[in-house]
Nanobody, 115 residues
Framework: QVQLVESGGGLVQAGGSLRLSCAASRSIRDINVMSWFRQALGKERELVATIRSGGTINYAAFVKGRFTISRDNAKNTVYLQMNSLKPEDTAVYYC?????????WGQGTQVTVSS
């Protein structure tokens, strides 16, 4: 019911910034929760941030004010602004849509932070 396409990943130096985008195939106002996850090589996938249809936002503790999740309903897009990037932020970042009991995932976008 929802197709998600992430973009904006790339290679940056420590301390740099990236803005990830997640474009949805339907209005994100119809989606209960939009989330960003990440998965580093050899590690479990972990939650980064969520934004609910009503606007409630939650962040993982490791974000520590560096990341901001936002949405543009007119563009059906959710963003993750990533500042002060660290090498440990290196991972594939995935967008997830929760629509009632169903979950949908994007293909992921690689973020690599060099020293």
């Amino acid at each position: 019911q929802v197709q998600l396409v992430e973009s904006g990943g790339g290679l940056v130096q420590a301390g740099g910034s990236l803005r990830l985008s997640c474009a949805a195939s339907r209005s994100i106002r119809d989606i209960n929760v939009m989330s960003w996850f990440r998965q580093a090589l050899g590690k479990e996938r972990e939650l980064v941030a969520t934004i609910r249809s009503g606007g409630t936002i939650n962040y993982a503790a490791f974000v520590k004010g560096r990341f901001t999740i936002s949405r543009d309903n007119a563009k059906n897009t959710v963003y993750l602004q990533m500042n002060s990037l660290k090498p440990e932020d290196t991972a594939v970042y995935y967008c997830k849509a929760q629509l009632n009991v169903l979950s949908y995932w994007g293909q992921g976008t690689q973020v690599t932070v060099s020293s």
